[in-house]
């Protein structure tokens, strides 16, 4: 099995920056893509941002501009750095990665899914 582990979430001003990090253990074989997802009160989860193994990117068009994702793959960590964050940011942003598992079938790539961590910005 393969556990992520997210850290980072909390309260901020608008306008303030706070850094999300996701950590990967577990039976890894490789990790494909990364990525961040977000879920407000009352709405779906939806994208913010994703990075493949090799380092490409791609974000929600409502957080370009403002957070940058990463990921070290030695670690098999992804972060998230966000900047200028705005209230509509508010949510419990979730860590998700696309596995090879050695205790699966190897042939195949598990969506695993972090617990949540929450970040609120006030106005």
């Known amino acids: 099995q393969v556990q992520l582990v997210e850290s980072g979430g909390g309260l901020v001003q608008a306008g303030g920056s706070l850094t999300l990090s996701c950590a990967a253990s577990g039976s890894i074989f490789s990790i494909n893509a990364m990525g961040w997802y977000r879920q407000a009160p009352g709405k779906q989860r939806e994208l913010v941002a994703a990075?493949?193994?090799?380092?490409?990117?791609n974000y929600a068009d409502s957080v370009k501009d403002r957070f940058t994702i990463s990921r070290d793959n030695a670690k098999n960590t992804v972060y998230l750095q966000m900047n200028s964050l705005k209230p509509e940011d508010t949510a419990v942003y979730y860590c998700?990665?696309?596995?090879?598992?050695?205790?699966?079938?190897?042939?195949?790539?598990?969506?695993?899914w972090g617990q949540g961590t929450q970040v609120t910005v006030s106005s």
């Open positions: 990075i493949t193994s090799g380092g490409s990117t």
């Open positions: 998700n990665a696309g596995v090879r598992d050695y205790s699966g079938n190897l042939q195949y790539v598990y969506n695993y």
